[in-house]
């Protein structure tokens, strides 16, 4: 099978950065994707990393490591409307090229 | 630019009744299409994709079933529901071959 592993929930301090991690489990392995979703809302893409290394989009920034299976999300100078869930997700051979095996979730908190 | 559209957005059902979720996309042709089910607090589970009009793939045995009559349309059915098909309904895109998943904004199924 395949599984994704990242903490259920992160709490930090407005102003902050944080790191989430993802670690993953699967066959065939093509990229991780980061997506948020606010309570109620649909989730939103944020970043997608085929390639070793760190992507950086404004204070948002994603790393991968291929040979470690492990990536994280880095969000820099938080702010309030951060608070949100953040869900890793694996596009692999296993889940199929155009499908992705996402997550449970990490919780975000941001206090003032 | 494009669109992704579901109704209803908010749904009660009593056990046994049938169901029927619509989604639509706009601005763009021939997307791949993704049925997803959301637990409260949990990740997102893939029920279905389609590659095509016609070309229904399942993920995860059930008693729902999908169609795709129209290239830009994605239906969720199901003859009768039970206590365990209560749930976020997501629909979601994505062009052939792109790294980022659209959503459309979900049904919420209450199953009584």
Redo the contacts between chains.
Sequence with gaps: GQSLEQPSEVTAVEGAIVQINCTYQTSGFY?L?WYQQHDG?????LS?N?LDGLEETGRFSSFLSRSDSYGYLLLQELQMKDSASY?C?VRSHQT?A????????T?LTVIP | SQTIHQWPATLVQPVGSPLSLECTVEGTSNPNLYWYRQAAGRGLQLLFYSVGIGQISSEVPQNLSASRPQDRQFILSSKKLLLSDSGFYLCAWSATGGDEQFFGPGTRLTVL
Excluded: C, E, I
């Design positions: 990229g994707s809302g649909a989730p939103t893409f997608y085929a869900f997700a199929g155009n499908n992705l095996f996402f997550g449970t979730g919780r």
